[in-house]
């Protein structure tokens, strides 16, 4: 079982760039494909991206493409998500996500319910 834990968030200013971690402990972190979601205020958590195992293959969605850059270092267990370009719309919690069965899956997984470890967030503020 892998614990996750999301740090780098904070206060930006529109057109700003953050980078914030997610640093797993207490599993095999090269074995999970990994994500980021975020929840903005009053809406529901959401698909940004997600990288493989071997952090070959990076998935986005379409509204963060083209700024954000999610990358991982599986000898430091740690995933990254690089926000470029930040709007106020990019507000809200940020969290990582696990999936152990990335690997087995034929589409990439967008559904909070495909993922098995989260952690607790990171609030990511942009200022207009």
């Known amino acids: 079982q892998v614990q996750l834990a999301e740090s780098g968030g904070g206060l930006v200013q529109a057109g700003g760039s953050l980078i914030i971690s997610c640093a797993a402990s207490g599993g095999t972190f090269s074995v999970y494909y990994m994500a980021w979601f975020r929840q903005a205020p009053g809406k529901e958590r959401s698909f940004v991206a997600s990288i493989s195992d071997s952090g070959e293959s990076t998935y986005y969605a379409d509204s963060v493409k083209g700024r954000f850059t999610v990358s991982r270092d599986n000898a430091k267990n740690t995933a990254y998500l690089r926000m470029s370009s930040l709007r106020p719309e990019d507000t809200g919690v940020y969290f990582c996500?696990?999936?152990?069965?990335?690997?087995?899956?034929?589409?990439?997984?967008?559904?909070?319910?495909?993922?098995?470890?989260w952690g607790q967030g990171t609030q990511v503020t942009v200022s207009s």
């Open positions: 996500a696990a999936d152990l069965y990335g690997a087995e899956r034929t589409v990439v997984a967008v559904g909070e319910s495909e993922y098995d470890y």
